[in-house]
């Protein structure tokens, strides 16, 4: 099945810098690549998403990029705001015999200073 | 406006009493999941339903089941909570597998 690897799993950024998240994972038929962001207590809410036949993606302050060959996607989010502060999880929706599993990285916890 | 809909929010139960757990939703998804999230650790799939069809995780304890009686509902039985059941248990949709999943408020269990 598909595997999920997320790092950092803590993420410490001041105001304004960029924060990255990086994601690996080992089911090349894997087509499909989300982010959540999840705040305390509240759901998972899709931030972003790509799939495998784009190398990236960009929405505002939030890009994505999907490295196919690598097995790798990444999270770039520029300008930071204290309200970026939250959990993030990459996820992986499988192919093969995972179908339609979506398969989550063990997130990374975002803290952006004031 | 919320889509997918978990009730209650909130349960507490005792150790060994069954409990049911329910998800709504109003955007006539094929697919309905089941997740365990416990304290800082990613959601963790229990099963799911394709339509009628039910896809249980070969992890997932015999004392976790679902029911989905028609398209809008589905439950999550726990026959037997434990205290190691406590977590917050979402719910989650998608017009089909290969499509984006949209999550309930999810519903934290307290077990006494």
């Known amino acids: 099945g598909e595997n999920v690897e997320q790092h950092p799993s803590t993420l410490s950024v001041q105001e304004g810098d960029s924060a990255v998240i990086k994601c690996t994972y080992s089911?090349?038929?894997?087509?499909?690549f989300p982010w959540y962001k999840q705040e305390l207590g509240k759901r998972p809410q899709l931030i972003i998403d790509?799939?495998?036949?784009?190398g990236e993606k960009k929405d505002q302050r939030i890009a994505v990029t999907l490295n196919k060959t690598a097995k790798h996607f990444s999270l770039h989010i520029t300008e930071t705001q204290p309200e970026d502060s939250a959990v993030y999880f990459c996820?992986?929706?499988?192919?093969?015999?995972?179908?339609?599993?979506?398969?989550f990285g063990q997130g990374t916890i975002l803290t952006v200073h004031p | 406006d919320a889509m997918v809909i978990q009730n209650p929010r909130y349960q507490v139960t005792q150790f060994g009493k069954p409990v049911t757990l329910s998800c709504s939703q109003t955007?006539?998804?094929?697919?309905m999941y089941w997740y365990q999230q416990k304290s800082s650790q990613a959601p963790k799939l229990l099963f799911h339903?394709?339509?009628?069809?039910?896809?249980n995780e070969a992890d997932t304890p015999d004392n976790f089941q679902s029911r989905r009686p028609n398209t809008s509902f589905c439950f999550l039985d726990i026959r037997s909570p434990g205290l190691g059941d406590a977590a917050m248990y979402l719910c989650?949709?998608?017009?089909?597998?290969?499509?984006?999943?949209?999550f309930g408020a999810g519903t934290r269990l307290s077990v006494l």
């Open positions: 989650a949709t998608s017009r089909a597998r290969d499509r984006t999943e949209t």
């Open positions: 790509i799939r495998s036949n784009v």
């Open positions: 996820a992986a929706l499988g192919g093969g015999t995972s179908y339609g599993k979506l398969t």
């Open positions: 089911d090349s038929a894997s087509n499909y």
């Open positions: 339903y394709y339509d009628k069809d039910f896809n």
């Open positions: 955007l006539n998804h094929n697919v």
